[in-house]
């Protein structure tokens, strides 16, 4: 049994390792001890002869075999470490590496994305190795969000893509400027992004999404505005979560595409009623697994150098104004879930 980037691995060296969140994730490792256990393995049915050892993913588990560097043209002999994440690998790259640190991502799904040096196990939420040694990234992911949003475009907005085409401009430009001129809370419209069922934190493959309040006086900025903020609103509910379990949410850091959505930013910082910090030059998860790999072949020994290779882009602060209409919105979107 191995991870994706694990087989890969195999292919490259020769060596059998799972990295040690693809291990973590799968239930395999005692937290007390940062070691595979035989009895948490043998309650998921798998020979325990099935595991293969586990690595760290700053670790060189081996090196490109000359069979495979015929095949992929890589130079026979080059280190090869044990991976990471990608939503791992993008947060560190991002700097998320002290409690308090919240990293935002705004892909094809919505992460959220903490460090701690303490380990609280909780089931609402998923629990990784931060790339730092000593250091956990406990974090949650959704199922839909740009992806949502996509769907929401392909479905609906035929019209507004012909006039975003005529403009020059994106689908998810147009819509913006639409939405930024609804009202916050978009005139008692609230959608629930359930649309693929739902991960963290209620882990409900059943759940399905929905739209409340829709009227004949709504039009479809409304309904992007909803969109927007029903991933803002699902963001504050990760946060209560991790506020809950006893992690601190003090700094929030915004990256991938959505972030340079500068209305739907805005919702987010109303919504949570923080600033939020975006990022220029952070490529995402290539950055940060490059870094681990400078540290395992002992290019560096400074786990916090890769921060120099990201920047500080726009700061986004909350409008105080809007936060009574979003406590009641937020309110309103945790009332429409009920397993």
């Known amino acids: 049994m191995l991870g994706s980037y ?61 069979e495979a560097a015929k095949a992929t043209g890589l130079a026979p002999g080059t280190p090869v470490i044990g991976g990471a994440a990608d939503m791992i690998a993008s947060a560190f790259g991002a700097g998320i590496n002290k409690a308090g640190d919240v990293l935002l991502k705004f892909g094809g799904a919505v992460d959220i994305l903490t460090a701690t040096d303490v380990v609280r196990p909780d089931p609402r939420m998923f629990l990784d190795y931060h790339l730092v040694p000593g250091l956990y990234m406990p974090n949650g992911c959704m199922s839909t969000g740009g992806s949502g949003l996509n769907w929401f475009i392909s479905t609906f907005a ?31 419209l609230t959608i629930l992004p359930y649309f693929l069922g739902e991960k963290t934190p209620i882990h409900d493959a059943g759940a399905r999404g929905l739209i409340d309040g829709l009227t004949l006086s709504h039009h479809i900025g409304h ?77 560096t020994e400074d786990w916090s150098g890769v921060t120099a290779f990201v920047g500080q882009g726009d700061r986004i602060l909350p409008n105080p104004d809007n936060a009574a209409v979003y406590d009641r919105g937020y309110r309103t979107y945790r009332a429409l879930y009920r397993p």
């Open 6 to 66: 694990d087989f890969i691995n195999w292919k490259l060296t020769g060596e059998k390792a799972i990295e040690q969140n693809w291990a973590l994730e799968a239930g395999f490792v005692d937290i007390n001890t940062d070691r595979l256990d035989d009895e948490l393995i043998g309650l998921a049915r798998v020979r325990r002869d099935a595991i293969p050892r586990k690595a760290a993913s700053h670790e060189v588990l081996g090196h490109v075999t000359n």
């Open 223 to 299: 309904l992007w505005r909803a969109m927007l903020e029903a991933y803002a609103y699902a963001l504050r509910h990760h946060i209560d979560v991790l506020n809950d379990i006893g992690h601190p949410t003090t700094r929030f850091i915004v990256s991938d595409g959505g972030s340079q959505s500068r209305i739907w930013m805005q919702i987010v910082s109303d919504v949570l009623q923080q600033p939020l910090q975006g990022l220029t030059g952070h490529p995402g998860s290539c950055l940060g697994v490059a870094w681990a790999a400078a540290i395992g072949a002992g290019l």
């Open 158 to 188: 035929g019209r507004e893509e012909i006039a975003a085409k005529a403009e020059g401009i994106s689908a998810h430009h147009y819509l913006d400027r639409l939405a930024a001129a609804c009202a916050p809370g978009a005139d008692g």
